[in-house]
Nanobody, 122 residues
Framework: VQLQASGGGLVQAGGSLRLSCAAS????????MYWFRQAPGNGREFVAG????????KYADSVKGRFTISRDYIENTMSLQMTSLKPEDTAVYYC????????????????WGKGTQVTVSS
């Protein structure tokens, strides 16, 4: 299984970006999907999570109300719509998949995707 995040780029503060995460290969037990991010000098931090089947979501306080995690049923991908972006949102964003059936900020991740860079200028 491979996960590939895309959609990153450079945007001004207040702008929007939409990240997408596509999975290839057979993937049984994909119960929850996540977005994490890692800024230079920082550890990887939880951004948002979604139970794949029922749509239950969870967000970090820092992004609540600005970011939306969703599932594209046609493309079978996961997206992260980011609005009102701030310079502190600058980071490499990673998607991840877990067999966990509950949402947590520290999931046991089965698969990590390659990251996509998001840079927000002030």
């Amino acid at each position: 299984v491979q996960l590939q995040a895309s959609g990153g780029g450079l945007v001004q503060a207040g702008g929007s970006l939409r990240l997408s995460c596509a999975a290839s290969g057979s993937f049984r037990g994909r119960n929850s999907m996540y977005w994490f991010r890692q800024a230079p000098g920082n550890g990887r931090e939880f951004v948002a999570g979604r139970i794949w089947s029922n749509g239950l979501t969870k967000y970090a306080d820092s992004v609540k109300g600005r970011f939306t995690i969703s599932r594209d049923y046609i493309e079978n991908t996961m997206s992260l719509q980011m609005t009102s972006l701030k310079p502190e949102d600058t980071a490499v964003y990673y998607c991840a998949a877990s067999r966990g059936v509950t949402l947590t900020t520290t999931p046991l991740v089965d698969y990590w995707g390659k990251g996509t860079q998001v840079t927000v200028s002030s």
